[in-house]
């Protein structure tokens, strides 16, 4: 059922003869042991994470995907694993979910070729087509600790005649570790095992230093719950990102942005503009996977505006723009602070009256010698293809250095705006 309601433009290629599955799981934190680092990729500028698979255990570089469903890896053709096993069709472990029942009777078996398995889907926004997996269960090494009983999806990514579920990723990354709140997703996997609810944290670090994701949070530390802010997570009715199946609930993350401010003035933007429609369109989610915030035209534009007329007044000065990005000033008549560049500050105004206050190092980016744009791209208007469209989608840049805490029990996003103000950051916490 699911199969068929995948919107048209979407293409499921089958492995032709293999399939399997594997397995996840991770390791020790500020006080969990599901803690894992991340690093930020210096030319895709997303982020990934590393844990180990499998027996003799394998390293896997995997991209971090708020939207992601499972941890989908690479079990390229050199890659086996006696602790590997598949789940079968008929299995009760096989989500209801599953595209299909995989077969490999061409053996030999191992990860990537396993007969009669349950089918899970590889997808990676940036890859021309979704590519179907094979879900399995196999250890998982974090920071030392072997996790048992998790299940993943693994891929052959070189199996497949047109394209790659790799396509667009980090160059040293092998597939994806999902954080969405499907119930494959390692957070909710690993919270069923522990008997907890679930809840995840998420601190992207800056260029070249640590960041870390807890992915069984109990409590947020003291002395960082001091300046930490809450806001209800949206559950937008309909499902969005690269499958969208009408009235499926969205397995990704939003928050209700009342309003836009730039250094105090509410920008004029519609709130109609903000919020979700009746197709699952509008509304801000929150995306590991865009490298900046993408904001609709009807959104950009104002808020642009207001962005470089106050800027302007505080004797910026203005120069060409650097692509993507649109309004950009010569760094040197920018001071600096312990946010980074002293910009004008843009506030979201969230449910709850809570302010996500960004300010320059989430809010600028040096395009190129001396000049420094604001890193916000315009994110058009029409939904392309069959894609549902955030107004706001906000990205991995303005989420650096920002701790964020996923409560899925009880819907809530708890974010800290910009830890440099606390003098902390992701890499020290
Ligand atoms: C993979 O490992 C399993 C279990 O150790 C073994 O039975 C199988 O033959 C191996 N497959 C390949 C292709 O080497
Ligand atoms: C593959 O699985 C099917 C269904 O369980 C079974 O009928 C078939 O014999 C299996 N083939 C091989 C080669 O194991
Ligand atoms: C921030 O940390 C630095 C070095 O660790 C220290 O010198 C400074 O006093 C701290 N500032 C505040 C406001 O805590």
Redesign the pocket.
């Known amino acids: 059922m699911a199969t068929t309601n995948f919107a048209i433009n979407i293409f499921i290629l089958s492995i032709i003869s293999l399939l399997s599955v594997p397995c996840l799981l991770s390791a020790s934190p500020p006080h969990s042991p599901y803690l894992l680092p991340i690093k930020k990729d210096p030319s895709t500028n997303l982020f990934y994470t590393t844990l180990a698979i499998g027996t003799p255990s394998k390293s896997f570089n995997l991209a971090i995907d708020l939207a992601g469903e499972n941890l989908w890896y690479d079990c390229d053709k050199n890659y086996?694993?006696?602790s590997?096993s598949p789940i079968s069709c008929n299995s009760k472990s096989c989500p209801e979910d599953a595209i299909g029942c995989i077969s490999c009777t061409s053996?030999?078996?191992?990860p990537g070729?396993t007969n009669n398995t349950c089918g899970a889907s590889a997808i990676n926004q940036y890859a021309k087509f979704i590519f179907s997996a094979g879900f399995g269960e196999d250890i998982i090494v974090i920071s030392q600790m072997e996790v048992h009983g998790l299940i993943s999806a693994c891929v052959e990514a070189e199996g497949f005649t047109s394209g790659s579920p790799l396509e667009g990723l980090p160059k040293s990354t092998k597939g994806i570790l999902g954080l969405s709140r499907s119930q494959l997703a390692l957070p909710n996997q690993l919270a069923l095992e522990n008997k907890i609810q679930p809840k995840f944290s998420l601190c992207l670090p800056s260029s070249n230093k640590l960041g870390y994701t807890n992915l069984m949070v109990k409590s947020i530390d003291g002395s960082v719950s001091k300046f930490v802010q809450t806001t209800p997570l949206i559950i937008n009715p309909d499902s969005t990102g690269v499958v969208s199946v009408k009235g499926v609930p969205s397995k990704e993350y939003f928050i209700s942005v009342k309003s836009v401010k730039i250094d105090g003035n509410v920008v004029n933007i519609m709130p109609s503009q903000l919020s979700i429609d009746r197709k699952g369109n509008g509304g801000t989610k929150i995306s590991t996977m865009s490298p900046f915030t993408e904001l609709q035209s009807s959104v950009y534009k104002p808020s642009v505006q207001d962005f470089v007329k106050r800027a302007l007044d505080r004797k910026m000065t203005r120069v060409a723009s650097v692509a993507p990005f649109e309004a950009c000033f010569d760094s040197r008549t920018i001071e600096k602070s312990v946010t980074g560049f002293v910009v004008p500050t843009i506030d979201l105004v969230l449910q709850g009256e809570v302010h996500w206050s960004i300010h320059g190092a989430n809010s600028m980016v040096m395009a190129k010698e001396n000049v420094a744009c604001l890193a916000f791209v315009d994110g058009g208007t029409e939904p392309r293809m069959s894609f549902v469209k955030a107004s706001i989608v906000i990205g991995g840049y303005q989420l650096v250095d920002n701790l964020l805490v996923f409560d899925l029990d009880s819907s809530k996003l708890s974010f800290s705006s910009s830890l440099l103000l606390h003098n902390a950051s992701c890499s020290h916490f």
């Open positions: 086996n694993s006696s590997y053996g030999p078996f191992k070729c």
